[in-house]
């Protein structure tokens, strides 16, 4: 069955702290696609990154980073360097196939408070 | 890209009452979702708004509750009816790019509901 965990519920550092945010899902296709978004107190989704099943390479955006592992389904998130402005709520979603349809699962989300 | 906006922001309302939701995209899209996120919650598909047909609800949504309007490309409305205080949370518009479900969604600001 499909299903995201993030079983971080809040996280508190201090700023320029690094902090990374689990992601681990579950599904039975092999093709599949991987998001994160954030959700800052505005209320507005954020789309930060998508990253398909075939695609394991790591990648680096600013102070932002991705690490995807199919051998342990994870696709965890890093901040380097953290900022108050990047507290927020992130959540990890994953979409796949199901008979035609996509569908699109999203994670319970993980609280971020970055302390000045 | 999909700019979506959504009406109202925010609203208060009494239980027993009915508020609608409009949801307004910049682009004809064929599908569009709609989310309800309750208080420190991930979001949860309420249903797929196709233009011209039913919508399609998700468990646990009906339609006499959560009736949907789609009557163009552009446009849709979700109707919160009887309200009651466990209907208090944000609703979400969202539509796909033109990857669908491979790719990104793209979300509205969100209407709070406040039921008291």
């Known amino acids: 069955a499909q299903k995201v965990t993030q079983a971080q519920t809040e996280i508190s550092v201090v700023e320029k702290e690094d902090v990374t945010l689990d992601c681990v899902y579950e599904?039975?296709?092999?093709?599949?696609?991987l998001f994160w978004y954030k959700q800052p107190p505005s209320g507005e989704l954020v789309f930060l990154i998508r990253?398909?099943?075939?695609?394991?390479q790591n990648e680096i955006s600013g102070r932002y980073s991705w690490n995807f592992q199919k051998s342990t389904s994870s696709f965890n998130f890093t901040i380097t360097a953290s900022q108050v402005v990047d507290s927020a709520v992130y959540f990890c979603?994953?979409?796949?196939?199901?008979?035609?349809?996509?569908?699109?699962?999203f994670g319970t989300g993980t609280r971020l408070k970055v302390l000045a | 890209s999909a700019v979506i906006s959504q009406k109202p922001s925010r609203d208060i309302c009494q239980r027993g009452t009915s508020l609608t939701i409009q949801c307004q995209v910049d682009?004809?899209?064929?599908?569009m979702f709609w989310y309800r996120q309750q208080p420190g919650q991930s979001l949860t598909l309420i249903a797929t708004?196709?233009?011209?047909?039913?919508?399609?609800?998700e468990s646990g949504f009906v339609i006499d509750k959560f009736p949907i309007s789609r009557p163009n490309l552009t446009f849709s409305t979700l109707t919160v009816s009887n309200m009651s205080p466990e209907d208090s949370s944000i609703y979400l518009c969202?539509?796909?790019?033109?990857?669908?479900?491979?790719?990104?969604?793209?979300f509205g600001p969100g209407t709070r509901l406040t039921v008291t």
């Open positions: 708004a196709n233009q011209g047909s039913e919508a399609t609800y």
């Open positions: 682009s004809q899209v064929t599908m």
């Open positions: 599904t039975r296709d092999t093709t599949y696609y």
């Open positions: 990253r398909n099943s075939f695609d394991e």
């Open positions: 969202s539509v796909e790019g033109p990857d669908r479900g491979r790719g990104r969604k793209y």
């Open positions: 979603a994953l979409s796949e196939a199901d008979s035609g349809t996509y569908k699109y699962i």
